[in-house]
């Protein structure tokens, strides 16, 4: 009991941050696009409590809006790799034989080439903005759950719930939906935790290296790479975003582990 309870206030916490993040760039003191040279570098004041960047903008509006911004792309990311790496594996799974190895053999053929790179390159030929950059990621990412929901899938096949709905006729996509699915979105949710953290810092790498969101976009990896040249005399510029993308991705990473200990503990409960 202590650990459901602890683990619910954890998820409370989380999804209370995540709305937050999505509501608080409505408060921000300042538009985060409003150039002012007058106020240009400004140090941290009341007016504006992170100081400002080199063109005169408030940091910490666009920090607020970046988090609106990076939290929503990196779901977007997340949820369409999720939906089309389940599918296939579900497919690969429940199917077999050739075509689940041909599946398996082009999964594996993905998974060699570094992502960051494939991002890059994908990125790149669809040029800047925040639809190539979504489709980049979910690219490269989807194999992961094609794995995951394949091999999940392959191990509850063999239990004896599946082979019972298939001794009474129940059509292959019925068993995949109504009785396998329920049982394997425990890793699933545990894999979507940590690819958002993945896709977070993905999206940021791209915005630092040029291949992201469009200039003067308030987004956390393109303010690093704005403030880069100010690191030695002005290093809040650069440590504000930094410490930002660093702490949003360890909490998601706490979060995926309490899923996954969650799901293993019901697991343990279960065969017990």
């Known amino acids: 009991m202590g650990t459901s309870h602890h683990w619910r206030g954890y998820a409370t916490f989380m999804i209370a941050v995540i709305l937050a993040v999505l509501i608080l760039p409505f408060f921000a003191p300042h538009d985060p696009?409003?150039?002012?040279?007058?106020?240009?570098?400004?140090?941290?004041?009341?007016?504006?409590?992170?100081?400002?960047?080199?063109?005169?903008?408030?940091?910490?509006?666009?920090?607020?809006?970046?988090?609106?911004?990076?939290?929503?792309?990196?779901?977007?990311?997340?949820?369409?790799?999720?939906?089309?790496?389940?599918?296939?594996?579900?497919?690969?799974?429940?199917?077999?034989?050739?075509?689940?190895?041909?599946?398996?053999?082009?999964?594996?053929?993905?998974s060699v080439f570094p992502a960051l790179a494939v991002c890059m390159i994908i990125a790149g030929t669809l040029g800047l903005g925040l639809k190539a950059v979504i489709i980049a990621l979910m690219c490269v990412h989807w194999t992961d759950y094609a794995r995951v929901v394949r091999n999940a899938v392959i191990v509850e096949r063999s239990k004896p719930y599946v082979m019972a709905a298939v001794a009474l006729g129940a059509r292959r996509h019925r068993i995949a939906v109504r009785h396998i699915l329920p049982n394997i979105i425990g890793p699933l949710l545990t894999l979507s935790a940590y690819s958002m953290s993945w896709a977070i810092l993905a999206f940021a790498g791209l915005s630092f290296l040029g291949l992201g969101v469009e200039p003067g976009t308030p987004e956390w990896g393109l303010m690093i790479a704005e403030s880069r040249n100010y690191l030695r005399d002005y290093p809040r510029l650069?440590?504000?975003?930094?410490?930002?993308?660093?702490?949003?991705?360890?909490?998601?990473n706490l979060l995926g582990d309490m899923l996954g200990d969650r799901f293993r503990v019901r697991q343990i409960n279960y065969l017990h």
């Open 238 to 252: 650069v440590l504000a975003p930094g410490l930002t993308i660093a702490a949003f991705v360890v909490a998601v």
């Open 33 to 110: 696009h409003t150039v002012q040279f007058l106020y240009r570098l400004k140090p941290p004041s009341f007016d504006y409590p992170l100081g400002t960047d080199a063109m005169g903008r408030c940091v910490l509006s666009r920090l607020l809006y970046g988090a609106r911004l990076t939290t929503a792309s990196a779901m977007a990311v997340v949820v369409c790799a999720s939906l089309i790496g389940s599918l296939i594996g579900a497919i690969a799974g429940m199917v077999g034989g050739v075509l689940d190895r041909a599946m398996m053999r082009f999964c594996e053929g993905m």
